[in-house]
């Protein structure tokens, strides 16, 4: 009598399963979860300055754990009469209502004609779309940027303070100027 050997067979993650029905390994967790810790950290830090005083946000090495000044802060936050904080925060949420329904509108009719039509370019253009979302962005915060630089050094000028860097950084581009002219 002759055995006859069964061929061998493949793992049971290689047999025709999706991905999504894999469970990760280690490194996937771990992976994920300094992803986690490293975004999460900047709305914890916001939470420790928000209730910390002048004193301790000031102290070298900072303190990582919550003060208890988190009432009074706010309230000094919201009584500001120059600040006008309740206001902006009201605009900042109508145009983030706007931009976000206008966007995913948009984004869900664009999401649709290229899941079901068939049209010559398909993938060239849906790589304009993308990159055009990720070039929104980058402009916006460029923009916010440029905003918030204006009004630092406005406050600089209407209040006499020199900038950190001193005057040297401002007359920079005039000596390279006068050097190759």
């Known amino acids: 009598m002759t055995s006859v050997l069964a061929p061998a067979r ?48 000031s102290k070298i090495p900072p303190s990582v754990i919550p003060g208890s000044q988190l009432f009074h802060n706010l309230h000094e936050v919201l009584s500001m009469s120059e ?7 009201i605009n900042s949420f109508i145009v983030s209502l706007i931009i976000t329904v206008s966007t995913l509108f948009f984004c869900s009719l664009a999401g649709f004609a290229f899941a079901k039509l068939r049209f010559p370019a398909r993938n060239a253009l849906m790589f304009v779309v993308i990159l ?32 950190l860097l001193g005057r040297r950084v401002a007359r ?6 006068a050097a190759r002219g």
Do not use: C
């Open 172 to 177: 920079l581009p005039r000596r390279a100027a």
């Open 132 to 163: 055009t979302l990720f070039a929104i962005a980058v402009l916006a915060w460029a923009a916010s940027l440029a905003v918030g630089f204006a009004l630092v050094s406005r406050h600089m000028r209407a209040t006499g303070e020199r900038p």
């Open 10 to 57: 493949k793992p049971a993650r290689a047999v025709n399963r999706a991905p999504q029905d894999t469970r990760g390994t280690w490194k996937t967790y771990l992976l994920l979860s300094v992803v986690l810790v490293l975004s999460a950290f900047p709305v914890y830090w916001m939470f420790v300055i928000a209730t910390s005083t002048d004193a301790a946000v």
């Open 83 to 89: 600040v006008y904080f309740t206001a902006s925060l």
